[in-house]
């Protein structure tokens, strides 16, 4: 996920002026007009540092200049100053939180997402962790971005991604047979067609119509290593990417890791977010 | 927060189109294009519903016919139905994840935000639960609508609400007296001012300043007890209002909410939500 | 009312791009690519500047230099060069009608609402000038910073500022009481609540019920320092703030004046501007 | 100026969503969620109607049902009823302020604009009244349309509209012949080509240049005559229009219209209007 | 490629709005207000329909009645009714050339896309003809829907699609295999990867690396026969896909369809497009 | 056609975050992430350069470097490198596609415009060659600056445009000279007036009613000789322009030309535009 700097900077700006609105009345009535002062963004809990890059895009296009001090998928200490950013006053205080509940958003996204993802490394599953696309309604880019700086995949990015046939594609379409077959006749050649599956039997009909990933929906990890098996037997395993979602949490993990899946993905990441503590400190008034 | 629902139309789809971007490919693929299907909406865990009326507008909005079983601030039974929603099949998959996202992420919020209301009431304290301006960018409106529908205060809408001089508006200003007394001389008539401070000393001199509210930041119970005491005896109490923010947890609540204090604000209502689990069903393929 | 210059500038050249539409057809036919050239902006009467901050940012969002010669709220006399704007020629002569409209308008308002302060200033009145929500569509920044700069106050922002009671709302809830009542118990905690009363009997059940501030609508001085001595024996003289509007001009301001109100505020200092007369004028060719 | 109505609507709920912000808190408040109410748009003082199409428009596609009384460009009597809106209380609240916003810039545009043209069609003046570009930023359709339904013509629409070549253009060029002849030579076939003049020798130098329209800049109606006849004498006049701008008033227009010019523009139409008194109020609730 | 038809609108009335711009002058002029008129869009020259679903769209959108006589993707005669359209006269006429212009280049497309895909069809081969990114800017998402619509594959949708290692992907990484590897490392599981390729050795080694896909850049029909050879020969043809692109025209078309690739791509079928002719005829004035 | 630089960036901003979507996955992945590069703008065919500011304003927005060898209007040769760019690997990559498929097309239309242009040149043909409306949806601006770079005349660049009456407007008013007549009545001063005919009874009729311009429509060469006659036997030649559409052809322009015409119009020129081939190759890894 590489974004122009330019049209990322009017994603932020976008942002921000939704938390203005008419203006900064405190700032305005408070802070002298001209006053240029030093701030330094401030990690008050440990975690994985994400949405650096998007923070200094912002402060920098608001013309105050940033600092970062820790780069996006680095660890950062309680206590540690994050970033610092000088400039005039009234400006960094009026994006103060635009840019805190950004930062906080991604680290806790990129934290749990490293911490899940070492969990696995450790284990040497080779399974990666995957986020879905129960994302916050318009924050796509940025919820995505920090799964990738936490070492997760970030998944579909939206319905005009791959093909994924779901559970309600399959009660239309009949069964998963039919509905992959109709995707595997209208798709683009450079799609890839995912279909989700709630019975080893599924995912055999799947693999068969032509399915490139199969997703194995709520399965135990009991049952994952029963489809494992009638895939190995079908002469399928390793043809096919698995992936495991639903049920799985931080406890878990390790058993569904020991399945042989090649992705495990958890809506939880991006749907229920537990931000990162971090705060801006006016360090120096100039 | 009453929005017009053209307005709120035109908000809802914006955040539709980012996940939709150049088509639902799966659906173009796998689903009739002039199919009509009837679906439900199903809560997977109980909860506080919220979001109702958002989904409703969305989906009318899309041409969709949609049935609210529950209304916005009415609890939810696990497996419940929230709302029937039937039309155009290829319309209902490609908002269904924009739909549940923000029903799921409205209804986190609100379930949270009542059940600490409950206990605030149970306990018969006198605080309002209340939110904070740490929601997700760009989603202000929906977080703060959530926090509403839970019970609990919205707080300042953005920065062009009330006067709320913080730390960092203090440590440009010298004191907080300062900061207050310049915000009084600055501020429309129409703007309340809150002042954040960090002892009583400090709360005593912002209200003498002419603050109308007082944030008690990172007090523990004893010491915001103290403050209130302090008021009291300088003739303050029941003149402004008491907010207490900072190291505030469901767990220790109780022990804040016997200060007598007006406000108690979490930022974890909305930095921090743990979404609820609601799906969508297709039900009936007509 | 701080606005970041960055959001400012995308704001300004919204504006201007409506003007320029598929570009100035005389400029690019008339004026040299390359050309530089060196233009003063001009009083063709006296007033006080506004918009100058505003007219800046555009020029030089735009690439141009430009240098205010006159901050904004300070007295310009007729002829006085306002600021010099220098660069690209086709760029000048493109934005010169934008600048102009909007420095004439902010202008015209800043010296009304100066003239009428200034009154009240000599008059040693206590009330101050404020503005009202009768802005152009599209331009209440503008119009209401403009007024902030003359010396007014800017009153609401819009409808998501305070809470105020008005003639409709009070026939929708049966009375100015029952109304104020239903404010006090659903607002946020953070919004003053004002209501509007057409009688002394209405103001005094507004404050018992509640309101921050009451608006005396269509009052007459008369019946203002009526309204003034029922509130003084209630008590509640102080403790609330007195709004007047409706039916004040220039000619009988101080006879409003002098009736102990807080706030004077007239729909005219914005829905019935006279622009202040400023032209540019090409100084030099380079 | 024929706008299809989809887009004229959201020209119009961007003006109303800038007064809206987050929500409409009063009406939240205090007014019943589902009431319906009847309310009438009631005219405070006499003028001439304008901006009653756009307020039905955006009535209308606020899901309101509105009746127009009165057509645009009708006369309307203090006290008269202009338009009945019913439907929803809380969004009929809502838009209240941006419709009567827009109808009484509207009217005041229109009142004027008529007064004048009445003023010349009863001296049986050939010359007809027309606006400037000195509009209010980004109301530019709207001053436009409501000089046009004041009965006057809305000159350039914009920078891509005719050529006009103005002083400016003049000092760049060398002279206002040179300006013309480059015009000439680089306008597209279908733009006509204005040069402002301030002197009789270089109207005619314009004329011969290959200039459609003539604008006499602040010449006295002295000396417009002297200009005529001088055109008159070269063979030139009726072969060009003549329009007049600068120094003129409601006083002194019968003096310029005596002077056979086809146009009299005033900028004072359209930058320093006088709103026309118009108030809505709840007539009837359901 | 499913869009919700409102979003889909909104993508049509801003194609609209920038032809709009301040008005239709001369429907305004010429064309009573409420006038209701049939009208025919007519077939000038024989091809396949496209755009078809979008200008209906866009017509009800508008309030209009349109009925399509013909589907997309269907052949339509010269002098052919393709669809009626009936309503207001301002509004038809205002938006007929934004409707004859999407469907004019979108028929274009597909009528040349089927063309060559008959060609193929009938001559048996496997291979499908696809688009590239060579699209109008802004135009994609119709560019491509109007190679669908004709029978071809729209092949990536934009930047953020499939994986597409280029020539300069393949400078910057010193070879077609380092880059592909890096790309098979860094690559979301969902996503295909294809490595453009100017050489059969660099095509075996970039089906070593992991590519899914291999672009065969400018090979001629011999040189990719050679290319297919030695895939067979290692064991990997059948297992990634073939696409060729460059130098291919609708006279060699079958030269390389017999070369057993799997797609065949022309950027020519977006970026020279030879439009439809086709009117729209005011067939009854009601 | 002059459009200030800062307002091109946007449009131009706009048009390439279309092609970025979510971000550019396969530079993200292969391309190191501060890498700069050296890139040359090379074409594949000879033709003349059109886009090169718009592609020059676009690479320098994006913080790149960008250097054009060749002027808009300029011929370049097969092989010519165009423009020299330089900066940031991932941006440059990002933005190639976009860059080259706005200066490919504007190219293409400027090349056939100029071809065109210089065989009436060298017949010295008075007449000029003109757009139409018929531009891609969305591309007006481009189209018709391609066009003029070309040296043709940009014709109506919308419908706010010159008044332009046609077949349907006339179908509507009843006849021609009704359809002038009205438009005469109604129409702004500033506007041109133009008539599209089908008989040379007509093309005098509308001269008659005041139109200042005549579009000969679909008449054969013979026929347009004729309707010239008949103007010069009325004495109106010379004093309308005359512009026929339709029929015409690069073959038969000539036969066109020779007829005495001011303008003649091809929908061609944007409608079904040949894009010249041009390329972006990186040059130097630094």
């Known amino acids: 996920m590489f974004m122009p700097r330019k049209i990322l900077e009017e994603k932020l700006r976008q942002l921000l002026a939704e938390d203005v609105g008419q203006g900064d009345v405190t700032s305005a009535a408070v802070v002298p007009a001209g006053l240029t002062v030093e701030a330094a963004v401030v990690a008050k809990e440990a975690g994985i540092a994400a949405g650096i890059e998007e923070t200094n895009v912002l402060a920098e296009s608001l013309g105050l200049s940033a600092k970062a001090e820790v780069a996006d998928g680095e660890k950062i200490r309680n206590g540690q100053i994050i970033m610092k950013i000088s ?30 993802a070492e969990k696995l490394k450790k284990a040497k599953a080779t399974a990666k962790i995957a986020a879905t ?19 997760g995949d970030p998944h579909r990015l939206r319905l005009d991604d791959m093909i994924l046939v779901k559970d309600n594609h399959v009660a239309i379409a009949g069964s998963v047979e039919k509905a992959v077959k109709k995707a595997k006749q209208n798709a683009a050649f450079s799609k890839k067609i995912e279909a989700e599956v709630t019975s080893t039997a599924d995912a055999l009909k799947a ?3 032509g399915a490139d990933i199969i997703m194995l929906d709520n399965f135990s990890p009991k ?3 029963d489809a494992v098996e009638a895939l190995k037997k079908a002469g399928f395993f390793g043809k096919v990417l698995l992936e495991v979602s639903g049920g799985i949490t931080e406890q878990n993990l390790l058993e569904y890791a020991s399945t042989q ?3 495990i993905s958890m809506g939880a990441l991006t749907h229920s977010v537990k ?6 400190e006016i360090a120096k008034v100039k």
Chains 1, 2, 3, 4, 5, 6 share one sequence.
């Not at 205080?93 to 805190?100: F, P």
């Open 87 to 116: 400039g005039n006053a009234q400006t960094i205080l009026a994006a103060e939180r635009t840019m805190l509940n950004l930062l906080s958003r991604m680290s806790g996204i990129a934290t749990t997402t490293r911490r899940l």
């Open 133 to 151: 696309r129960k994302t916050a309604p318009g924050l796509l880019y940025f919820d995505k971005k920090a799964v990738l700086v936490g070492g």
């Open 207 to 209: 693999v068969e119509a």
């Open 223 to 225: 049952q994952i290593k």
């Open 261 to 263: 899946v090649d992705v």
């Open 275 to 280: 931000a990162l503590d971090i705060s801006l």
